[in-house]
């Protein structure tokens, strides 16, 4: 049973940071790509940053510059690091991979969800 859990979500004041992680557990052979979406009350949930197992990164505009996504493929693990947080980054942030496991199938897997507050 593969499956991402996240972490380091919570609450902080404008301008501050947050380090959240999604870590894949299970038997796997490695991460081939990791998408870190959010959701805000009400709204769509968008993909915000993505990152392949070489390192290639993609941000939305809105983060661009504020957020880093990175892979540390040695513990399946992606980090989104966010810095001078905004009040409209609140919102509940979740991990998306497609993993490669020992056996089997590809599989596409969410995380259960962050909650990542930011306070004006």
């Known amino acids: 049973q593969v499956e991402l859990v996240e972490s380091g979500g919570g609450l902080v004041q404008a301008g501050g940071s947050l380090r959240l992680s999604c870590a894949a557990s299970g038997s796997i052979l490695s991460i081939d790509r990791m998408d870190w979406y959010r959701q805000a009350p009400g709204k769509q949930r968008d993909l915000i940053a993505t990152?392949?197992?070489?390192?290639?990164?993609n941000y939305a505009d809105s983060v661009k510059g504020r957020f880093t996504i990175s892979i540390d493929n040695a513990n399946h693990t992606v980090h989104l690091q966010m810095n001078s947080l905004k009040p409209e980054d609140t919102a509940v942030y979740y991990c998306?991979?497609?993993?490669?496991?020992?056996?089997?199938?590809?599989?596409?897997?969410w995380g259960q969800g962050t909650q990542v507050t930011v306070s004006s």
């Open positions: 998306n991979g497609r993993i490669i496991p020992v056996f089997g199938a590809v599989q596409n897997i």
């Open positions: 990152i392949n197992n070489g390192g290639s990164t």
